[in-house]
């Protein structure tokens, strides 16, 4: 059974387990995530495997800052634009067209992937010392609530998981909300920490442009 490790001193030991195929549990802004290299297809199927997730059911990447996103995407779209502006780092999936690249096992075959950035400062550490990017989903069994401390991450997952990062419990253990930018119309596939509200104006065109709103 793996001890929890102080994520502040950790990221390194994580980062090579990593390397090394593993599966590391580690804190992020909203939940407890676990993740693994995402050019290794063993490692993801071990992933879904450990959750019991559907092989087919895609798995979303953390990336450590928005700048990784042209690596990984075909093409963004100005939707996807403007909310990668406005709420990254922030508890905001969004699925955009994936690179050839990736590895079948992340799009489920789709050609899209989910992309987002973490505001953890310790968590964007960890997936820097990745690569920049990772793998990754909530710590959980597929249907049940996301862990939110290390201790319900060994409770849950136990032996499953190689190396997991202790950042405390989650203040507010809400999953991230997810925008699907590659549809037509766009759509909000799931209403999370960020409410339906939020994210409306930018799904009808209201939203502010650059200038008016957030600055980037």
Sequence with gaps: ?????????????????????????????????????PWDGAALRR???????????PIALLLSNASVLPRICEHLTA???RLARDFFPGPLTLVVWASADLPRELSGGRGTVGVRVPDHDDACRFIQECGGL??????????RPPAASAQEVVATLGDGVTFIL????????????????????PRILREGALVRDVLAPYLNGSAPMASEGRSA
Excluded at 47 to 57: F, G, I, T, V
Excluded at 134 to 143: D, E, P, V
């Design 1 to 37: 059974m793996p001890i929890p490790v102080p994520i502040a001193s950790g990221v390194f030991e994580a980062a090579e387990v990593i390397a090394n195929g593993g599966i590391v549990a580690f804190p992020t802004d909203t939940v407890y995530g676990v993740g693994v290299d």
């Design 47 to 57: 992933l879904k495997q450990l959750k019991a997730r559907d092989a087919s059911k």
């Design 79 to 81: 939707l996807a634009e």
């Design 134 to 143: 990772l793998a990754a989903t909530s710590a959980n069994l597929s249907g």
């Design 166 to 185: 202790d950042g405390g419990p989650m203040r507010v253990a809400e999953a991230s909300s997810v925008v699907d930018t590659t549809s037509e119309p």
